[in-house]
């Protein structure tokens, strides 16, 4: 069974704070990603990788940074949370083969206050 | 852009009812568009329910159905009979073949409620 796991799966961060998204896959899979959903929108994409040690700007990467530092491991970060950063952030994954069968994670909630 | 439009939340609807959640997309950079209707289940993420990659094809999972139209530029999803565990939120996305820098644009999502 594939299996995408994020970590933490709430957050309260404080304004102007480092945060730190984790995900994890054991899939073997070649392709992560990130998005982020607000209440009214459906899920935008933020960063994505397709090979560990290089990462790719989505349709909204300000203010975000990714790291992919291995084939499981796959960061989202938020070096200066803003209020408007408060979001549901699903990470997910895919073979290269798959034509867009994505495999989330179950979201992380996150709050900036 | 490529976009997605779908009919939004809440929708409720009575056990052994019939459902329909509309779904229309605009793919001006994707010469074939694929189409993919997700669910997500409550505390799990989402996971694909049905796709369909060729224009006038029809997918079906789960007693689901949706059928590509390229005329319409509609992908609507139906069931006959829901039951209570369809209660969810199902989301239609629009993509490319899926190759290097391939991405999904989804809908907002729609949160089904099945009432018993």
């Known amino acids: 069974e594939a299996a995408v796991t994020q970590s933490p799966r709430s957050k309260v961060a404080v304004t102007g704070g480092k945060v730190t998204l984790s995900c994890h896959q054991t899939?073997?899979?070649?392709?992560m990603y990130w998005y982020r959903q607000d209440t009214g929108h459906g899920l935008r994409l933020i960063h994505y990788?397709?090979?560990?040690?290089?990462?790719e700007k989505g349709d909204i990467p300000d203010g975000y940074k990714a790291s992919r530092p291995s084939q499981e491991n796959f960061s989202l970060i938020l070096e200066l949370a803003s209020l408007s950063q408060t979001a549901v952030y699903f990470c997910?994954?895919?073979?290269?083969?798959?034509?867009?069968?994505?495999?989330f994670g179950a979201g992380t909630r996150l709050s900036v206050l | 852009g490529d976009s997605v439009t779908q009919t939004e939340g809440p929708v409720t609807v009575s056990e052994s009812e019939s459902l329909i959640i509309n779904c229309t997309y605009s793919?001006?950079?994707?010469?074939?568009?694929?189409l993919f209707w997700y669910v997500r289940y409550p505390g799990e993420g989402l996971q694909l329910l049905l796709k369909?990659?060729?224009?006038?094809q029809k997918g079906s999972s789960r007693g689901f159905e949706a059928t590509y139209n390229k005329e319409t530029t509609s992908f609507h999803l139906q069931k006959a009979s829901v039951q209570e565990s369809d209660s969810a939120v199902y989301y239609c996305?629009?993509?490319?073949?899926?190759?290097?820098?391939?991405?999904?644009?989804f809908g907002k999502g729609a949160k089904l409620t099945v009432s018993p």
């Open positions: 997910a994954s895919r073979d290269w083969a798959s034509q867009n069968t994505l495999y």
């Open positions: 899939n073997n899979h070649d392709y």
């Open positions: 990788s397709y090979v560990a040690d290089s990462t």
């Open positions: 793919a001006t950079s994707i010469a074939y568009p694929n």
């Open positions: 369909v990659i060729t224009a006038g």
């Open positions: 996305a629009l993509g490319d073949h899926g190759g290097t820098g391939s991405k999904l644009s």
